[in-house]
């Protein structure tokens, strides 16, 4: 089973629109979450990270519930320039790495 | 003024040949990483090392291995290169004992073995 499993998409929705992704870690010992952006032909870079209490960034509001060992993002408003890949990384107790989940590719449409 | 930067960005080379990819990071982190993005855009992780330990994930073939000649540099070398090394190579780097760190990536090396 893999750590990290992610819906891949792709999602297209047009610009305005509210989206929302979905993930689920098969540790239940991990502690840290993320989601990270990337770009076509680009690498990685953190979106934000994932408080128990739930966090949000502008149009951006993360949710992690530990019961289910799901975490979500929610994208409202979206815009052309969301248009990416979006990945779900938690971090394994204890270790140094970082495990990402395959993406969820999303296509913001005018 | 790069924070993580990896060399050559794209290589591409014949089967049965031995390559290096180098990466450097001057965000004083002390821990770094190398992952592997293969052709469905999954990002697994190869192996990751600080001045104290190398982490390596079993299913990296004994083929591919890491060279740290300091604490900002983690190079990355392959020897016997094969068709199904073909991927982009990812290098990053983190301040690793924050359990929030995050992670910067390199611009990634597009590897193509032919």
């Known amino acids: 089973r893999k750590e990290v499993e992610q819906d891949p998409g792709p999602f297209n929705v047009p610009e305005g629109a509210t989206v929302a992704f979905n993930c689920t870690y098969s540790?239940?010992?991990?502690?840290?979450f993320f989601w990270y952006r990337q770009d076509c032909r680009k690498e990685p870079k953190l979106l934000m990270s994932?408080?128990?209490s739930g966090n949000e960034d502008g149009r951006f509001t993360a949710q992690l519930n530990r019961a289910s060992q799901y975490i979500s993002l929610l994208i409202r408003d979206s815009k052309l320039s969301d248009s990416a890949t979006y990945l779900c990384v938690v971090k394994a107790p204890g270790a140094n790495n970082l495990f990402f989940g395959t993406g969820t590719r999303l296509t913001v449409i005018p | 003024d790069t924070a993580v930067s990896q060399t050559p960005k794209y290589l591409v080379t014949q089967m049965g040949n031995d390559k290096s990819i180098k990466c450097e990071q001057n965000?004083?982190?002390?821990?770094m990483y190398w992952y592997k993005q293969d052709s469905k855009k999954f990002l697994k992780i190869m192996f990751s090392y600080n001045n104290k330990e190398l982490i390596i994930n079993e299913t990296v073939p004994n083929r591919f291995s890491p060279k740290s000649p300091d604490k900002a540099h983690l190079n990355l070398h392959i020897n016997s290169l094969e068709l199904g090394d073909s991927a982009v190579y990812f290098c990053?780097?983190?301040?690793?004992?924050?359990?929030?760190?995050?992670?910067?990536f390199g611009q990634g090396t597009r590897l193509t073995v032919v």
């Open positions: 540790n239940s010992a991990s502690q840290s």
């Open positions: 994932v408080y128990s």
């Open positions: 965000l004083g982190h002390d821990t």
């Open positions: 990053a780097s983190s301040q690793a004992v924050l359990s929030r760190a995050e992670a910067f």
